[in-house]
């Protein structure tokens, strides 16, 4: 008798990766545009600086149901057939983009031989695109927001026998939308670093 060995991907497997980091400084003799101030030119942009980190990757595997559940309901006894191959489905591609500008600031205390404090000020856009990048699917229909109970045999008869049929697709869609689902939204952080 052979043994049949079938070669599966984990639930981490994700087939392709890129990821690329574009920074863009003005220092040292790059000092930016000047403005001139009588005998004196500023460069308000002198230690300033923008980096953009961009991540894109394909989905990761998850073994689809051929039995539809209501992912919902509670007491329920889950029975998980799987159609086709243990993990033989990917979830969509993802794509986050991140940006940061930040400028350095230095303090000077005292006249010779002070100290000097520096103080780097950044704006940090976590997200930059607002991507609504896919975590995780319902292992029936492989969608994020909708487990395909409603639309089933079983779920038609049991949408027939409640009080309020309309309220009860309503409040039921509204729980399959979890947004845990989905990855973060667009984020803003302010914040300052101080070195001493």
């Known amino acids: 008798v052979g043994v049949l060995r079938v070669p599966l991907p984990l639930d981490i497997d994700q087939r392709h990766r890129f990821s690329g980091v574009v920074d863009y ?14 005998n004196n030119t500023v460069y308000p942009l002198r230690n300033a600086g923008a980096n953009l980190t961009f991540q894109m990757g394909s989905g990761t595997p998850f073994s689809r149901n051929s039995v539809v559940v209501p992912a919902v309901a509670g007491g329920i006894n889950i029975v998980n057939q799987i159609q086709g191959t243990p993990n033989g489905f990917r979830k969509p591609w993802q794509f986050r983009a991140d940006l940061r500008l930040d400028k350095t600031l230095q303090l000077k205390t005292g006249n010779q031989g002070g100290k000097i404090f520096d103080f780097n000020v950044y704006l940090l856009v976590l997200n930059l695109f607002d991507n609504e990048n896919v975590v ?20 038609v008869q049991t949408i027939l026998t409640q009080i309020d049929p309309q309220s009860y697709v309503d409040i039921y ?24």
Do not use: A, C, K, M
């Open 25 to 38: 400084r003005f220092n040292g003799s790059n000092l930016g545009p000047g403005l001139s101030l009588g």
């Open 136 to 155: 995780n699917v319902y292992r029936f229909t492989g969608l994020p927001d909708d487990d395909g109970f409603l639309e089933s045999d079983q779920g």
């Open 173 to 196: 869609g509204t729980r399959v939308n979890n947004p845990n689902n989905f990855s973060l939204p667009r984020r803003v952080r302010l914040g300052v670093l101080f070195n001493f």
